[in-house]
Structures are given as structure tokens and as C-alpha cells.
């Protein structure tokens, strides 16, 4: 006889082992009351229901990472549609990180002098508000990108060595704290900076 069948069959009451089971239990009440993202087993951005959770994945390796859970939070841009341009144009013509047809565009440089860029004007977010801006990117026909709060604090983002080769500490609109950088699938990037709102109206800025 087996030393295991000397011992009753055990179960927990209560399981929350959502990396392994990609399940969340009956005994936790789990709600969100809108459409979120995450990162699929295939490394690809998806979409999860109002109310249906997301076992998100890291996107290199495909490894679930478990329940993803975050704080609430104000979205204050949406679509490329609400920046706007200078010295250029856009074409709604590409697929995103979501493998959906049309979902990205693509910026075009006119040929003038000066700044090219695209910005949204968030609006007064209240003095000292942590901010979070996010953007997926992918390499056109520039190797660098700027993507910063209002007056230049973020990052410079080098896509041939997939790293950041600049960053300024803070400007007159918000105090840039820190940086992500994630690799997906098909040569997209998303670059997410973090920082603190100081004055009225911190811009978001990709150039």
C-alpha cells in the first residue's frame, strides 16, 4: 500500500491560483464595470467584457502572469482622433497589436521645418494627480520617438536597440517619475510614462 492512500483527499474551500487554473473561484465576488484590455496566450493585445476577468500574459514568452487587477482610473484619451496634429498626417490603414483590421494608423511627417508631433490637451487633472500615459507604437520611417508630458518631460525611445536612450525629470505641467517599455508581437512597442500632474492642463505629446 502507497503511503499516499493512507490519507483522505484534501481540497481547498477556497482557490487563487489564477496563474495555473485561469480560473477565479466562486467564493470571490470579481466585478468591472467596462471594457478592458489584456494580453492574450498568444502574445496579442485582447479585449475582455464588462464583468469578465482578464488572465493577463507576459507577451514574449506567452506565460501567464495570472489575474490582472487594477486601481480605478480616468481615461482621458481614447483614439488618435482626439490629437491633435502638427506638420504632418495621418491614415487609419494599419492592424494593431490586436490583430484587428484599421485599428492603428500611421503618421506621416509633412516636409516644413520645426516640430512634428501629435498632443492631446488632457485638461486640469488637479495639482499633484498621478498620471499614466500609454501609446502603442510601431516603427515607420523614424528610429526615434519622443513621447512626454507637456513640456518635454519623458522619454526618447530608440526603436533599432528597443531602448531609452533620453529622459527629462520634470517640466511647468508635470513631474515625470518613471518609465515602462513592452515588447509585443509584430514590432510593436507599448511605452507607458508615469508622472505627477503640477499645473492645468498637462499635454501628451508623441513626436
Excluded at 490603414?93 to 501629435?118: C, E, K, M, W
Excluded at 507604437?137 to 520617438?145: D, E, L, M, Q, T
Aim: glycine fraction near 8%.
Amino acid at each position: 500500500m502507497s503511503i499516499k492512500n493512507n490519507f483522505p483527499p484534501i481540497k481547498p474551500n477556497l482557490l487563487l491560483d489564477f496563474k495555473n487554473s485561469k480560473n477565479v473561484d466562486s467564493g470571490v465576488l470579481f466585478q468591472r464595470s467596462a471594457l478592458a484590455t489584456y494580453t492574450d496566450s498568444d502574445g496579442y493585445l485582447n479585449y475582455a467584457p464588462q464583468g469578465t476577468p482578464r488572465f493577463d500574459h507576459d507577451p514574449v514568452t506567452k506565460e501567464c502572469r495570472g489575474l490582472l487587477l487594477e486601481k480605478a482610473a480616468t481615461q482621458r484619451c481614447t483614439n488618435f482622433t482626439e490629437f491633435t496634429l502638427v506638420r504632418g498626417s495621418v491614415s487609419k490603414n494599419y492592424t494593431g497589436p490586436d490583430r484587428i483590421s484599421n485599428s492603428a494608423f500611421s503618421y506621416v511627417p509633412d516636409a516644413t521645418n520645426g516640430q512634428h508631433a501629435l498632443y492631446k490637451n488632457i485638461g486640469d487633472a488637479g495639482s499633484g494627480t498621478d498620471l499614466a500615459y500609454s501609446v502603442f507604437i510601431k516603427k515607420g520611417n523614424s528610429r526615434y520617438v519622443h513621447f512626454h508630458f507637456g513640456d518635454y518631460a519623458g522619454i526618447v525611445f530608440d526603436f533599432d536597440t528597443a531602448t531609452v536612450v533620453a529622459t527629462k525629470a520634470s517640466d511647468s505641467y508635470a513631474g515625470f517619475v518613471d518609465y515602462k517599455i513592452v515588447t509585443y508581437s509584430d514590432g510593436w512597442y507599448r511605452l507607458v510614462i508615469y508622472g505627477a500632474n503640477s499645473g492645468s492642463g498637462a499635454d501628451s505629446y508623441i513626436q
